[in-house]
């Protein structure tokens, strides 16, 4: 394990947001140091030796994010991020093969970037299946089996959910999709570098990957493209041909190197740390459920990343909640925070009911969350809930036995 | 999101809350809004035999927002007759908290809170007068 236990200042809250962001591993940074410096130069100069350098590190890292999701390094090309990987995959293959093939299959709790993505390409004409999920937030293989048509191109399924943290099952929609002769792009944002994956074994042909999601910099992500059977692509970034032409560009090379040491970290120190992780999820979890009641946990709890806790705390509003809990930085399903209002589509996806949804907290623990954050963290949700919930009508009249369905509620 | 000094003492202070007896012939309830829509705000008065309102409480589901207008009506309504109290109107509320643009709707249904209070008050009044 690493020394490092403490990254925070004790004048800023608790971090348990790990899904939005990670702070970088300072082993990292230490890497990307000498690349900001004197080792400058452009990995794309073959003349002399600053270029050379900068390509060492390059594609010391490319090799270290392929032998993170047991790729090879020439299947790896460095973007700017997850999203801009999403983009790629999707949008290259779709424009690729169009005049064969011009069907695509997602999920309706994939991330805003996929999404809307498939919404563009809805818009030039192609056509996109957004398959529902179920009640734990898993796809079910039946359904994506039955949507496949001679006509799709690619299955896009994200590894990992954002907002809840399940896995999807990867190996078995690699099958279908093998099976089907169709491409199967995962948005692995999440899932890289917490979870084993193997391309081979999981039958991936594109795989996104973000930097810091992994305890890597911001500003870099990358593509796993499969060579063998061939997967192509439309370039979305176009001028000097880097990265095999797929994405033109010099290559930010401080950065390409955080994110191959963050994959390197990421891969020898996995299992402790999922270990680790694991039972700081169930402290969380147990202690909560010891002082409260009417909690429920959005989505499967075992199919789950062991850094992610999502959880509805009935009767108390989410946005009311994170205002007490100044201590705690979290992030809400109940999206009063942003100026739409609605609350979280994944949730609603699950079928959760909107009143549960506006209740919910996304809980995030990583490779710095301590044992003493979460019990910090357990007392000060457990204080502000019940603090709310004496405030709560829905809370007194569930105390009076009073169901809160039956009552007409005037929408506003 | 930054809220206002007087928004957040409202939220982390608030005044008035609980319930009181809503079967009670000087208590006026409003319950309004939706959970599903992530507000729901009950706000009761008890009117004296001189026609002023002596006492409110509120209990509110929601936001901070929705909290704090809830807490800050309460503290408005007392000691003023049941006709002043519906003069209130959702604009003092934002202003006096700075709601910020998006939270307007929690003062809108501050203000139906009270009036639905009011008119629960006047329904029981007149049925008493019959």
Redesign the interface.
Known sequence: MTAITQIRRNDQPIYLDYQATTPMDPRVLEAMMPYFTHKFGNSGSRSHAYGWEAEEGTEKARAQVAKLIGADEKEVIFTSGATESNNLAIRGVAEFYKDRKNHIITTVTEHKCVLDTCRHLEQQGFEVTYLPVRQDGLLDLEVLRAAITDKTVLVSVMAVNNEIGVIQPLAEIGKICREKKVFFHTDAAQAAGKIPLDVEALNIDLMSISGHKIYGPKGIGALYVRRKPRVRLVPMIVGGGQERGFRSGTLPTPLCVGLGEAAEICMKEMDVEAKRLKKLQERMLNGLRAKLTDIVVNGDLEQRIPGNLNISFAYVEGESLMMGIKNLAVSSGSACTSASLEPSYVLRALGVEEEMAHTSLRIGLGRFTTEHEVDTAVDELVRHVNKLREMSPLWEMAQEGIDIKSIEWAAH | ?A?SEKL?DH?EN?RN?G?FDKTAEDVGTG????????????LQIKVGPDGLIEDAK???????S??ASSSLVTEWVKGKTIDEAETIKNTDIARHLALPP?KI?CS??AE?AIKAAIADYRAKATKKAE
């Open positions: 999101m809220y957040i939220y608030p809350i319930s319950l309004v809004g939706a959970p599903a829509c992530g507000d729901v705000m009950k509120f209990k509110t589901f929601g936001c901070g929705a909290i998006v709707h809108v249904l139906d």
